[in-house]
């Protein structure tokens, strides 16, 4: 089978679990030597072990990206080790829900760090190595895909600041996205629904079992299903530029 991504690089937020675990992996398999990017450095190096056991490259890279040198320096890492950059997926995402009523600012912000300014600030750094790559490679064409969430579509009591930063998330993706289309770097969103990962673990014990009630039994997307649209996304023709895919399990209404 042909690996359409081989000779390539990507570089992959929030690899240490979920989604950026999956898609970590997924690229791989398509070819491309991935950098992987978190705060569990246990994690990624078991992950990075895994891509090379199977004859993959891949570096961990374990940096905090809610700071804009560390998110810089990242992308720097890639390139110097692994001799440009392709393709940015930015996953890192924390979501803490509850009333907007008594709600503790410290989790607004952390939010607002990580779903948005963490985005900002590798995209910001990767773009001119990205606009690079779609110049002077055999492909002639890179990628930017951005995690976003149907929370980015549609806004839910319970996940205002959360819906906020989504909604961000998409904004600054189709800004972006017109900026960089005439140097062939496709900046694209990929707006899920209820995944089956860690997120909803970090909020409080009442909150998940809202989260719980709220969607009763359905069957969740897993990790890989979004794993497969960012690959699905990056591996289409140059000519072709996938803006948005929203993408919810079958039972969610």
Not at 218 to 226: A, F, P
Request: aromatic letters at 4%; one cysteine or more.
């Amino acid at each position: 089978m042909t690996r359409r991504l081989e000779g390539t690089v990507a570089l992959v937020t929030g690899a240490s679990s979920g989604i950026g675990h999956a898609t970590a992996l997924e690229l791989a398999r398509e070819g491309a030597s991935v950098a992987l990017v978190g705060r569990r450095e246990d994690r990624l190096t078991a992950l990075a072990a895994e891509i090379t056991g199977a004859g993959g490259k891949a570096l961990a890279v374990p940096v905090d990206i809610t700071d804009a040198q560390a998110a810089s320096e990242a992308v720097e890492r890639t390139v110097e080790g692994l001799g440009r950059l392709d393709t940015l997926v930015n996953n890192a995402g924390l979501m803490l829900l509850g009333p907007a009523l008594g709600a503790d600012l410290d989790d607004w912000r952390r939010m607002i760090d990580i779903n948005l300014m963490g985005l900002m600030y590798t995209s910001h750094a990767a773009t001119p190595h990205l606009v690079k790559s779609a110049t002077d490679t055999p492909r002639r064409v890179a990628d930017i895909v951005n995690i976003g969430s149907l929370a980015g579509r549609s806004a839910f009591a319970m996940s205002a600041v959360y819906c906020a930063t989504k909604f961000g998330v998409g904004a600054f993706s189709e800004a972006l996205r017109q900026e960089l289309a005439p140097s062939h770097v496709r900046v694209s969103v990929v707006e899920p629904g209820s995944v089956d990962t860690e997120l909803r673990t970090h909020n409080s014990a009442p909150v998940q079992q809202q989260l719980e009630a709220h969607f009763g039994d359905i069957e969740r997307l897993q990790s890989q299903d979004i794993a497969d649209a960012v690959g699905y996304i990056v591996t289409r023709p140059r000519h072709v530029a996938v803006a948005e895919l929203l993408i919810r399990p079958t039972e969610q209404v």
